[in-house]
């Protein structure tokens, strides 16, 4: 079986992100930056339902934020049937300030249960929150405190990927792969960013950075994995074969 991990970034073209989910064509897709409602994304489309219909998909779609009809966040689709879903906030946003904060946006989890043949497994994915230059804050540490009280309730048939906006070193990395294994690539490959990115006073216009990651139980044997390379989006998918 296939999963692939991708942030496939809001302001793609969704017939840009389907052309590599139609050429990938993995059994499970985690994608981050999923939109509807939005008129500055795809002219408003429904992501989630389109992405789904267009590749005869079950889905489950986990907003992190619903504003006027605008909604933004996660989703896991699924080859298979999703036979029931959970998700919950990882950070709670303070109160809104007048000038745009992407450390201090609500951050989601979303869990699907799979059925698969004779069996069931647990999908879970997060686009957690923006630091400058990936650091570790305090605010970082107690979303990745929240997101652990989850994982570590998981001891098989399992498997976790997501945006985790932190590079190896930092601690949200560290503690999660103390609980879960990694499936590779190796870390030191990049993930981001493969477009011109800039905000307060940080500028970055190379592949210089890994962001990207999946994780699993030990019970899950990762036959291969791998870093795709496209244009497509300003994060690299990953793909993972178990």
């Known amino acids: 079986m296939k999963l ?14 389907l052309k590599l989910l139609r ?36 889905y489950v779609f986990a ?14 689709f699924s080859r298979f049937p999703i ?18 904060d992407y450390s201090s946006e609500c951050r989601v989890y979303v869990e699907a249960s799979i059925q698969l043949e004779d069996d069931v497994l647990n999908v879970g994915t997060s686009h957690m929150s923006y630091t400058d230059r990936f650091g570790t804050t305090e605010a970082k540490i107690a979303e ?10 998981k001891k098989e048939r399992f498997i ?5 906006n ?22 030191s490959e990049k993930t981001w960013t493969t477009k011109p990115f800039a905000y307060k006073g940080f500028e970055e216009t190379q592949l210089n950075w890994r962001l990207d990651y999946c994780f699993a139980t030990p019970d899950i044997t990762i036959t291969s ?5 496209t244009d497509y989006s300003d994060h690299l998918p990953v793909l993972i074969e178990f």
Request: charged fraction near 25%.
């Open 4 to 17: 692939l991990q991708w942030n496939i970034w809001n302001r793609e073209d969704v017939e840009n992100t």
């Open 23 to 58: 050429e990938v064509d993995a059994d499970i897709l985690c994608l981050q930056e999923l939109t509807a409602g939005d008129s500055e994304s795809n002219n408003g489309a429904d992501l989630p339902a389109r992405i789904a219909a267009e590749l005869g998909l079950n």
């Open 63 to 76: 907003p992190a934020s619903d504003e006027a009809g605008k909604k933004y966040g996660d989703g896991i």
């Open 83 to 100: 036979i029931s879903s959970v998700s919950s906030c990882i950070q709670d946003p303070p109160p809104r300030e007048k000038e745009e």
């Open 144 to 153: 990745t405190n929240k997101l652990l009280e989850t994982l570590k309730q």
């Open 160 to 164: 976790f990927a997501g945006d985790l």
């Open 166 to 187: 932190a590079t190896p070193d930092t601690y949200t990395v560290t503690e999660i792969s103390k609980v879960l294994t990694h499936c590779g690539p190796n870390m």
């Open 225 to 229: 994995s791998k870093i795709i390379q």
